[in-house]
Each structure stands twice: as structure tokens, then as C-alpha cells.
């Protein structure tokens, strides 16, 4: 059993006006640091697959079909094993 | 002969009713809804996607809806020419089934922005827009919280030069400007029309401005076109 992470995130291309206004907010608390925030969306899944490899075909496949809108989002996937207790 | 209106109901649509009061009972066509578990549209003359918050809206808005049972004979239809509808969120919904090109995100205001808007006609010949002039401002009701159309340059370019934008939201003057733009839609866009010009997306309400008594009659003319437009054919 694998479990996806997943962030989708607007395309760097395109203003994220929440991650904007947010940022602002950090620099007005003085997190003079902070450069810029973009937010998104993290999903998880849990995935009965035989290896790493087709766990993440698995997830890749339902960002493309429904997770994501590839017209104004981004997708990363992170793949970790789960162990039986 | 009566033009008969399909309009489907999701769970979370609230214009349903909007939509088939207008075209039953303000333009006496014939109307029936078609829920969304149907797997048939029937012998429907034109399918009206209404607006509201199906599936309340999760995962993204008409993200879920795109995949119920009625959706496969929507896209169907649609491709075989018959003429489709999507109104707020059945424009977002017409998005995601890729009847239409481009995305809506969320308003760059962030808010949910309910108010009249001022729409100028850039298309005044499709079965939609036809009793409009080019040109013609019409005000609108807008409801949305998630209307800020998106889609790449070229695409942009594309719906402009191919006629495709049917409205743009602008100011009194007739002009597209910023302050006139309700949620930062590229280029203005309101309201988009596929290839076949048989598919119109747009944010704002027509069917909540149809009667003299709610107000506002601008509406009336979109559903005058499709009306004249369907008993011509």
C-alpha cells in the first residue's frame, strides 16, 4: 500500500491573489523574509498498487483526469510506502 | 410548434427553477427538467445548464458535476451540434466537460461578488445572441464567487478572432476597462461560445433578468434569440 501526496497549486504563470494577500499580511507581522506565498490544495491518496513506480502512475493519471485543471493548475505528486503494523 | 428546454438539475443547482420559469413560462416554450442521474437527454431541442453550487462546489467548481450520468449524453449532444447553455456555474461546468476552452478561477477580489454588471454584445450573430446589435450593452445580474475566466494567450486570441466571445463586461460608456471587470477575467470575458457557436458559457444571469416585474429585461433578449433561432430552423 502507497500513499500520494499531492499538491496542486495555480500555475506559476497566473496571479494567485490569495497567496498575495496573505503575503502581505506576513510582511505587515514583519516576516520581512518572506518573499512571496503561493496556496493551494493537498490531497491525499491511499493506493493499492504493487510498486513505487505504478503507485505514482496511479496518482499522476487522477490529478490529470479530476485532481488538477491543467488549464490553470499545477500538480506534485510525492509517493511514500506505507508499513503494516 | 413549441421548442422543448432540457434543464438539468445537479445536486446544489439553484437556478433550475430560474431557468424554466423563464422559458415555460415567460417565453411559453415547453420545459422539463432532467435530473442528473439520467443517462438520456430524450428528445430535447436545447439543453440549459443552470447556475448554482453543484456538489457544492468541491474540489473545484463543476469539477464533480462533469462526471454525472447526463454529461456523456450532454457532450453528445452538444458535438452533434444541439445547442447547449451553461449559466455561472453550467459555464463552469461546460469548462471542465471541454466543451468549452479555459478555466474559471476564483474573482481576484477573492469575494463572492453579486451585483448587476453591464455586458457588451461582441457577437450578435449566433442562435444566442442574435436579437442583440454588436455592440449592445445589457445589464445583467452576475453571482458568483468563481467567474474570473482564464485560458492561455493563443486561446484568447483565438475566441477573439474566430468571433468566439460573445460578451465582455464593460462601463457605461460601452468601454472595457478594469473597474468595469467584476472578477478579473481575461480580456474581460463574460460569456464564450464554442467552434460550432452551438454552446455558450457566460457568468451572468439572463434568466434573472427577463420580466418587467424582477427589474431588469435585457436578459429576455438571449432567450428571444434562441427561441427565434430554433423555431427558424
Known amino acids: 500500500m502507497f500513499k500520494a501526496n499531492i499538491t496542486i497549486t495555480l500555475r506559476t504563470s497566473i496571479l494567485d491573489p490569495q497567496g498575495k494577500a496573505t503575503g502581505h499580511a506576513l510582511g505587515e507581522l514583519g516576516y520581512k523574509a518572506v518573499q512571496s ?49 | 410548434m413549441s421548442i422543448r428546454f432540457g434543464v438539468i438539475v445537479f445536486p446544489g443547482s439553484n437556478c433550475d427553477h430560474d431557468a424554466y420559469h423563464v422559458t415555460k413560462h415567460v417565453f411559453g416554450q415547453d420545459a422539463r427538467f432532467i435530473w442528473h442521474k439520467e443517462s438520456d437527454l430524450g428528445d430535447v431541442d436545447f439543453v440549459i445548464i443552470p447556475g448554482g453550487f453543484s456538489y457544492g462546489d468541491y474540489l473545484r467548481s463543476g469539477a464533480i458535476a462533469r462526471f454525472s450520468p447526463i454529461m456523456k449524453d450532454v457532450v453528445r449532444f452538444a458535438n452533434a451540434g444541439g445547442a447547449v447553455l451553461g449559466i455561472c456555474n453550467g459555464f463552469q461546468i461546460l469548462c471542465e466537460s ?79 476597462t478594469a ?55
Open chain 1, 37 to 85: 506565498v503561493r496556496i493551494g490544495k493537498y490531497v491525499e491518496l491511499e493506493i493499492d498498487a504493487p510498486t513505487h513506480a505504478e503507485a505514482a502512475l496511479v496518482a499522476k493519471s487522477a490529478c490529470q483526469d479530476l485532481l488538477a485543471n491543467s488549464v490553470m493548475e499545477d500538480y506534485h505528486v510525492e509517493i511514500q510506502e506505507l508499513v503494516a503494523n
Open chain 2, 179 to 233: 473597474a468595469s471587470n467584476p472578477n478579473g477575467a481575461s480580456r474581460g470575458i463574460a460569456g464564450i461560445l464554442n467552434e460550432g457557436g452551438n454552446v455558450l458559457g457566460m457568468m451572468p444571469h439572463p434568466e434573472r433578468a427577463s420580466e418587467a416585474i424582477l427589474g431588469r429585461t435585457d436578459g429576455a433578449k438571449i432567450f428571444s434569440s434562441i427561441v427565434k433561432s430554433l423555431v427558424e430552423a
Open chain 2, 98 to 176: 471541454g466543451l468549452l476552452p479555459g478555466a474559471l478561477m476564483r474573482n481576484e477580489s477573492l469575494r463572492f461578488t453579486c451585483k448587476d454588471v453591464l455586458l457588451r454584445t461582441e457577437n450578435s450573430s449566433s442562435l444566442f445572441t442574435n436579437d442583440l446589435a454588436l455592440g449592445e450593452i445589457i445589464r445583467v445580474p452576475i453571482a458568483h464567487g468563481e467567474g474570473n475566466f482564464f485560458a492561455s494567450e493563443p486561446v484568447l486570441d483565438r475566441l477573439e478572432g474566430e468571433g468566439q466571445v460573445a460578451f465582455k463586461y464593460c462601463d457605461a460608456a460601452g468601454a472595457i
